[in-house]
């Protein structure tokens, strides 16, 4: 079946402005990670999500950043006014019902994000 | 806090040699080990994981609790494991803490 999908897969913006990035997990699961990966570094967690609830966005660096998932399915990351340091690949990942320690968290392609 | 540390930012070795790839954790509770792999152009995708206990093409990683170690291990390397690596941990947090990645590059 298709993988968890993400849009747009690149993204340029001027400093300044707002961004909206999209994810579609894999149909039936229930959990959602957002990660930031930054050029030469592994992925940073930032936030995560069972079903519809947020349930931990210690990871996002500051209140410029957003993210929602109202339906419990697709979900979105916004980034307010953005900076350069924004720059960076942003990973979704989903996982399936289940013990969340035992799940293996299926990831999407990425968007990357250039703020010039 | 908890941390992952992967000392080779890039590993080169030949086809046919063995690769070790280190990884090096940080963290006061019993954690959950993970190896990630990203293929040229392809997305991160799971390898194996320490509860497992498995071999993933031909891939092995032990937990050693007092070294605080999860070393990824292949006895003869083949041109195709050539891709990122990526160890990671959960720990109490939801999320996965990742390290920085090895490129391993296996050489003809």
């Known amino acids: 079946g298709a993988g968890v999908s993400q849009s747009p897969r690149y993204k340029v913006a001027k400093r300044g402005q707002d961004v909206a990035l999209r994810c579609d997990p894999i149909s039936g699961h229930v959990s959602l990670f957002w990660y930031q990966q930054a050029l030469g570094q592994g992925p940073e967690f930032l936030t995560y999500?069972?079903?519809?609830?947020?349930?931990?966005k210690s990871g996002l660096p500051s209140d410029r950043f957003f993210a929602e998932r109202p339906e419990g399915s697709v979900s979105t990351l916004k980034i307010q006014r953005t900076q350069q340091e924004d720059s960076a690949v942003y990973l979704c990942?989903?996982?399936?019902?289940?013990?969340?320690?035992?799940?293996?968290?299926?990831f999407g392609p990425g968007t990357r994000l250039t703020v010039l | 806090a908890q941390r992952v540390t992967q000392p080779e930012k890039l590993l080169s070795v030949f086809k046919g040699a063995p690769v070790e790839l280190k990884c090096n954790y940080s963290?006061?509770?019993?954690?959950?080990l993970f190896w990630y792999v990203q293929y040229s152009r392809q997305r991160l995708q799971l390898l194996l994981r320490?509860?497992s206990r498995e071999s993933i093409k031909g891939f092995t990683a032990d937990l050693n609790k007092g070294e605080t170690s999860f070393h990824l291990k292949k006895p003869f390397a083949q041109e195709e494991d050539s891709a990122m690596y990526y160890c990671?941990?959960?720990?109490?947090?939801?999320?996965?803490?990742f390290g920085k990645g090895t490129h391993l590059i296996i050489q003809p």
């Open positions: 320490h509860i």
């Open positions: 963290y006061s509770g019993s954690p959950e």
């Open positions: 999500f069972q079903n519809e609830a947020q349930l931990d």
């Open positions: 990942a989903s996982s399936p019902p289940g013990l969340a320690t035992y799940n293996e968290q299926f």
């Open positions: 990671a941990l959960k720990g109490g947090a939801d999320g996965l803490t």
